[in-house]
């Protein structure tokens, strides 16, 4: 263990608690919600009666409605203008009775059923009910070389990310990577096959197992680290530290360098097979046992807005892409370690950049602003970002 990470872990120790908080339970749980552009339909995935041990109680339902255009004070129309469905007056408190009524009915018979709810006759109320689609994929022949994890086995024990879950297998703790709806499950093999291909690789996550539940694909197992993200880690540091104590005082110069080596060692591993994640944030990276930083997991789009466009912000602005690039990972790391600097991740933006200077050595404000304000074309690769800084650190460069 790095002698810096260890002094700091002792600060660390109780974090793991809260990571493992019992899992509370909801009769409707949000998995996503999306509107047109035109404000005139809303689509919400969530979880019915799922119990918290049970990851086969229960159902899914995608929950549809659109603008009444003949009743202009019908309730869908409110709920239009304030489309989450948590907040007070919300969707979610105006179903669950009609939900019950279905469940006790028998009509919720689908692997996902969707229900589009409306107005008629002066009542809001189901409408429709039929099967959204198959949500799971096969488990394919080029992927059954991996160990198998059936679902029932698993017992949830709390939230970790939205595509995670904290779960007990065979008397361990995993984090359950799974999919909320047909556009994740979707993405589910490449995640899968990504990962696989990167298995020799000591700077990327590893799979435990695929889970599978009659012959599907319902997710795959990760080792759940105690550390929790980088974010999570820095968040925590906030916490606990003492007003007068700067994020220096716990985390090490040193210790930044082996982390930003870390996590370019692992952004270079996933561009040699030309892998691409576009959405590298310090959420992405969770800290190991001994202080090292893994890559979480490889997403073959970084976010999945209703157009299903991928999205990456530069500058402040949102740039629409096809597909993420090698380019983009580095912008993104540009960000990552000015993070590690400042102690928190912003919407930094280029303007600012020139605050760096006084805290960094003139290579590091360099670096960074090579991943940042350069065209696209010409930031350095994985690889180069990699030799720089091992160059720099093996030659005891400080602050």
């Known amino acids: 263990m790095n002698a810096d990470f260890e002094r700091l872990s002792a600060v660390l120790r109780p974090y793991d608690a809260r990571l493992t908080a019992p899992w509370e339970y909801e009769t409707l749980a949000l998995d996503r919600w999306e509107i047109d552009s035109a404000n005139t339909f809303c689509k919400v995935y969530a979880t019915y009666r799922q119990t918290a041990n049970d990851f086969l109680s229960g159902y899914h339902i995608a929950v549809c409605y659109r603008k009444n ?25 105006h179903i669950e009775p009609l939900l019950d ?32 689609g198959p949500l799971y994929p096969s488990l394919p022949a080029d992927l059954k070389h991996l160990p198998v994890v059936p679902l029932a086995d698993l017992q949830r024990k709390s939230s970790v990310s939205t595509s995670g879950e904290l779960v007990t ?38 799979i435990v197992g695929v889970v599978i539940h009659r012959h599907e694909v319902r997710g795959f197992l990760t080792p759940h680290l105690r550390n929790g993200s980088l974010f999570d880690l820095y968040e925590h540091l906030r916490e606990v530290r003492h007003e007068k104590k700067d994020i220096d005082d716990h985390v090490s110069w040193n210790l930044k360098m082996v982390w930003a080596k ?38 073959p789009l970084y976010c999945i807005p209703a157009n299903g466009a991928n999205c990456l912000k530069e500058m402040g602005e949102t740039v629409i892409k096809d597909s993420p690039t090698a380019a983009d990972d580095i912008f993104e790391l540009g960000f990552l370690l000015w993070g590690l600097v400042e102690g928190t991740w912003a919407d930094y933006s280029s303007r600012r950049l020139h605050l760096l200077k006084d805290k960094v050595p003139p290579w590091f404000h360099e670096l960074v602003q090579q991943f940042i304000t350069r065209d696209p074309g010409s930031r350095p690769t994985a690889i180069q970002v990699l030799q720089v800084i091992e160059q720099q650190h093996n030659s005891k460069c400080v602050l």
């Open 101 to 132: 009524l279905a469940e006790s009915n028998g009509r919720l018979v689908h692997p996902v059923n969707q229900l589009t709810f409306a107005t008629l006759d002066g009542k809001f109320d189901i409408v429709d009910i039929r099967d959204d």
């Open 262 to 299: 870390d996590m370019a060692k692992s952004i270079a591993a996933v561009h040699k097979f030309s892998f691409f994640n576009g959405n590298l944030g310090p959420n992405k990276f969770v800290v190991d046992d001994c202080g090292h930083l893994l890559l979480a997991g490889v997403r």
């Open 69 to 93: 255009l003949a009743f202009p004070d019908a309730l869908e129309n409110i709920l239009i203008r304030h489309p989450d469905p948590r907040v007070e007056g919300g969707l979610f408190n």
């Open 169 to 206: 297998w065979q008397d361990g703790l995993f984090v359950f990577n799974t999919a909320r709806d047909q556009q994740t499950a979707g993405f589910l093999l490449t995640q899968i096959r990504i990962l696989d291909k990167l298995a020799s690789s000591p700077n990327v996550i590893s």
